[in-house]
């Protein structure tokens, strides 16, 4: 993409706003020039009757064939491998109004770059030539690692997938491990692209069998076409494992054995029966054309990701952090966004930072980003998320924005060319906001911080709405929980995929402009327990776990805690700097505290949550963050009186917090 048109796409995507569809399109038409102007000039030749336009992309051969007359919204197949063979569901199909499409990635085995040749030819396809959002994928023999590896990659792009005697696990066809006759010159070569050693292959797992949870989620229907014979992809090694398990995983899925006819090449050929029948399979799952809502109006680049891409292209290497909740914690989207940038940037060697811990929002992050993030690495790209558990927890608008501002202000601290990632993800009291016409605090102020440090911004949680008000799915039965099923983690991922392929200008390092908030914090870290003086009643546990076996969260059980069950329990804490909280485990048994800061206003606070009968649940507590600057001391004591609901007294202090 040449200059001018980056940063004309990265204006107009400022602007851009979920109810604007009209700059959406001139955004899209902005981006796509370069796409068209990247492409050799079209050739127009025949096949069987229909025009075929042949053009380079990427150094390599592709083509597309027209029908006379498309069905409304050019619903089309993708050939993923031989595609002058059995090509009589082919010309059915274009007779019926489809296009047929095909790159030439043969000598590639699905590796990861191929996927990235698919994912432009795609992008080339559906943006500039106006192809069906959804297509239906076609892979016969080897095509199958093709057609199920882009498919596991893109599952909101796949109508449904035909698969013709596939190859499923590259270690029964070209390795031959199993029972099949595998073909070592090309085991040799598809080792060689790998990379691999004989013992490496053996493990290799990024294979049409596994990984299907996302694509069965979608719903995405496919067909096997197997011949019972067949001694190079035997249908016990591949179609039949692979069945199993997208029909464990809830996918749809039929298989046909072709039993009439020559069968050829030790069973691996053989003719297709009724080939209008898997014609009309693939029309009746891509007609009428299904058009998602466009990933785009959810996306504001601000100054992008520039630094960070350069970054990775200029020196090889690249630290990318994820700061969240359990969202960024479970498997799922942060997953996939790792193997996109790997994907992506496949020259590039990666340190991911996996910093999500469950119940824990922005006022945490805060707090923890120097040892749970900077001490694993200097992040040249940083994902945060914390509008659900900010909800969740209670944080007021004002906490929410002192928290992201410091969380930014450390990261630019530590490295002034940093890119970030703002993520407001989706919850029900959210898709509540919007049916109310109100903007989620939440998501409103990830977005404003984000403008205000010229972070990127996705906002998910309208995403999420939009597209259950258009009736693409369901939060009860598709997205499920705000902790997402497979299918909701796709979305996540598919966008922030959207966003990463998005390119912009370096910025150089990033001028920070004033606090959003004096009380900012930008200082916020993390305090020994053996800081606490003149303890009476509290011990330290130097390996706590508990003696209810109630769930507890990563980083919060076998460390040392400052605990004590006993009401008059107190405690000084002297620190030095504008704001002291404490972070604790509040159980079952969880009690009151009373404290001063400098023997002043007195104040009571209740340490039980409304998950403290289920879950040690890590709950932070900034107890002052307006102090002048300089020395303070914070005298706690655990109450008599306790929560009605709680078993107990107890206080548990994990970390002591200190915004300086």
Aim: aromatic share 12%; hydrophobic share 40%; net charge neutral.
């Amino acid at each position: 993409m040449c200059p001018a048109v980056k940063r004309a796409g990265n204006v107009l995507l400022k602007t851009m706003k979920t109810k604007r569809p009209a700059l959406l399109l001139i955004a899209l038409f902005a981006l796509s020039i370069a796409h068209i102007s990247a492409q050799t000039t079209e050739k127009t030749t025949q096949w069987k009757g229909f025009e075929k336009v042949e053009f380079t992309f990427q150094d390599r051969n592709a083509w597309y064939v027209k029908p006379k007359k498309a069905i409304e919204g050019n619903p089309w197949v993708w050939r993923a491998h031989f595609p002058t063979w059995h090509t009589d569901m082919d010309s059915i199909l274009l007779t019926r109004g489809f296009h047929v499409a095909y790159v030439n990635t043969n000598d590639m085995f699905a590796h990861p770059k191929a996927m990235q040749v698919w994912d432009a030819f795609y992008d080339y396809l559906v943006k500039e030539k106006h192809f069906a959002p959804k297509v239906a994928l076609e892979g016969v023999s080897r095509g199958g690692l093709y057609v199920y590896g882009w498919a596991k990659r893109n599952p909101d792009k796949v109508s449904c997938i035909y698969a013709e005697a596939p190859v499923a696990d590259p270690k029964s066809w070209p390795g031959g491990k199993g029972k099949g006759k595998g073909s070592p010159k090309d085991w040799e070569a598809w080792k060689k692209l790998f990379n691999m050693t004989e013992e490496q292959a053996a493990s290799f797992n990024d294979i049409p069998l596994n990984d299907l949870a996302g694509l069965a989620s979608y719903k995405v229907p496919i067909i096997h076409v197997v011949g019972l014979k067949d001694e190079h992809a035997p249908v016990a090694e591949n179609t039949d494992l692979l069945v199993k398990n997208y029909l464990a995983l809830g996918g749809p899925v039929s298989v046909y054995p072709m039993t009439r006819g020559e069968q050829t090449l030790e069973g691996h050929h053989f003719p297709i029966e009724h080939p209008e029948f898997f014609a009309n399979f693939i029309e009746e799952n891509s007609v009428p054309v299904q058009k998602p809502l466009p990933h785009l109006p959810y996306i504001t680049l601000n100054s992008g990701l520039g630094n960070a891409f350069e970054k990775f292209r200029t020196t090889k290497k690249g630290v990318v952090a994820f700061l969240g909740g359990s969202i960024t914690h479970n498997p799922g989207w942060r997953d996939k966004t790792a193997q996109y940038l790997r994907e992506h940037f496949p020259d590039t060697e990666f340190t991911f930072i996996a910093a999500g811990i469950p119940s824990l929002g922005s006022t945490p992050h805060s707090m923890r980003f120097s040892r749970d993030v900077l001490a694993n690495g200097t992040p040249d790209l940083l994902f945060v998320e914390a509008a659900v558990n900010d909800r969740g927890n209670g944080f007021n608008e004002k906490a929410q924005i002192r928290a992201l501002d410091g969380i930014l202000r450390q990261m630019y601290a530590a490295n002034a060319k940093a890119n970030v990632v703002m993520m407001a993800f989706a919850e029900p009291k959210k898709n509540d906001d919007y049916d109310a016409g109100k903007e989620p605090v939440e998501v409103g102020v990830h977005e404003r911080v984000a403008k205000h440090y010229g972070a990127v911004y996705i906002n998910l949680a309208r995403e999420v709405y939009d597209r259950i008000k258009a009736g693409e799915f369901t939060w009860k039965y598709d997205f499920k929980d705000l902790h997402p099923s497979p299918y909701g983690q796709e979305i996540y991922a598919q966008t922030i995929k959207e966003m990463l392929k998005m390119e912009s200008p370096a910025t150089g390092d990033v001028k920070l402009p004033a606090p959003m908030d004096r009380f900012s914090y930008e200082k916020g870290s993390y305090h020994k327990l053996e800081e606490a003086k003149n303890l009476k009643g509290f011990t330290i546990d130097p390996d706590w776990k508990p003696k209810v076996k109630f769930q507890t969260r990563p980083g919060f059980v076998n460390v040392p805690m400052l605990v004590s069950e006993a009401a008059g329990s107190s405690l000084d804490f002297e620190f030095k700097g504008r704001g002291v909280g404490i972070a604790i485990i509040s159980g079952p048994d969880a009690g009151k505290i009373t404290y001063t800061i400098d023997g002043k206003n007195s104040k009571t606070l209740d340490t039980y949550t409304p998950w403290s009968n289920q879950l040690h649940l890590p709950w932070y507590l900034m107890l002052a963050d307006e102090l002048s600057a300089g020395k303070h001391k914070l005298h706690l004591t655990i109450a008599g009186e306790k929560n009605e609901k709680s078993e107990g007294n107890a206080l548990r202090v994990v970390h002591f917090l200190v915004n300086e």
